[in-house]
């Protein structure tokens, strides 16, 4: 679980409905069936999915340059839950932030060691 860095919408949202969907097919059947093991396998699946909800949207709040302390705009009600919809939906910039490069850009090419290989000892690839 990572709380930092940036998750981009495309992240955030298939997190979102990748958890969303056996959450509600749990909770309905749990309705439907009244049973102690359903309510156990429920509480159980959203007991284990919080925290990587929490960190998705820490970094979902990083890319658009916000701090994670936003989230609590949960306890705000519905004025909060609308604004806090809004700063999950809107596009960021493209460009990094304090909290690290853009999710979509281009990653950072890794170069040799600018220093000759020493003869002794073997090589990483191992050649």
């Known amino acids: 679980m990572d709380f930092t860095g940036r998750a981009g919408r495309r992240e955030y949202w298939s ?46 709040l990083h ?11 949960w306890f705000a009600g519905p ?6 919809f809004v700063f999950m939906v809107v596009k960021s910039g493209l460009g990094d932030n304090r909290y690290g ?7 950072i090419p890794v170069r ?3 220093w000759p290989q020493a003869s002794g000892m073997p090589r990483a690839d191992g050649a």
């Open 63 to 73: 890319d658009s340059g916000r701090s994670g302390w936003w989230l609590l705009l």
């Open 15 to 60: 997190f979102f409905l990748l958890t969303l969907i056996p959450a509600v097919a749990l909770m309905a059947a749990r309705e439907l069936s009244g049973s102690l093991a359903v309510s156990l396998a429920t509480s159980t699946y959203l007991l284990a999915t919080f925290p990587p909800w929490l960190a998705v949207n820490v970094r979902r």
């Open 79 to 84: 004025v909060g839950w609308i604004v806090y």
């Open 112 to 114: 040799e060691a600018p």
């Open 101 to 107: 490069r853009h999710p979509d850009a281009a990653p």
